[in-house]
């Protein structure tokens, strides 16, 4: 049963982490982004036990599908916009678990820190472009997984 305690049903031992740009080539932006943080929540359960949980949106679904998945399912837990300031540092509580921290770097680059239950999980860095995104996650109990998505937005 999911509640928001993603990150609280995984072990560090079990986090697998990895990156995924998927979309059409773009130049990158200098100065500030905004940027758009999705935490979706992966299983193979037709549905989430949590009622508070969507399905995910059609456009997270397509930059999903870049990623070859073992599960049938993805649901939303949570979506913040942030504006990141050219080497500026902004973060966000996306559930009661899982917090992150997004850094701008000198290079057009982009540092993302994955925080759950108080621990960093994981810390990331790459180019966020236009009609691109970032995709990191880890696996959970229960033959789930969790993915923070990381996009720029108009």
């Known amino acids: 049963m999911i509640q928001h305690h993603l990150f609280a049903r995984y072990g560090l031992g079990l986090a697998m982490l990895f ?8 130049s990158a932006l200098a100065g500030d982004l905004k940027l758009e943080a999705v935490l979706v929540w992966a299983t193979n359960d037709p549905k989430p036990a949590d009622s508070n949980l969507k399905p995910i949106t059609a456009d997270i679904a397509r930059k999903m599908n870049c990623i070859p998945l073992k599960y049938t399912n993805c649901f939303e837990v949570s979506r913040k916009q942030l504006q990141l300031k050219q080497g500026g540092t902004e973060k ?5 678990d899982c917090k992150i921290t997004l ?11 994955l925080i759950g ?11 966020i472009k236009k009609s691109k995104c970032l995709v990191t996650g880890g696996n959970a109990e229960n033959s ?6 990381i996009k720029q937005i108009e």
Request: hydrophobic content about 40%; aromatic content about 4%.
């Open 92 to 96: 966000a509580q996306m559930s009661k």
């Open 117 to 127: 239950q108080g621990q960093p999980v994981g810390k990331i860095t790459q180019e």
């Open 144 to 149: 789930t997984a969790w993915f923070v998505v």
């Open 19 to 26: 990156a995924v740009v998927c979309g059409a080539p773009a």
């Open 103 to 113: 850094k701008s770097l000198p290079d057009g680059k982009v540092e993302l820190t």
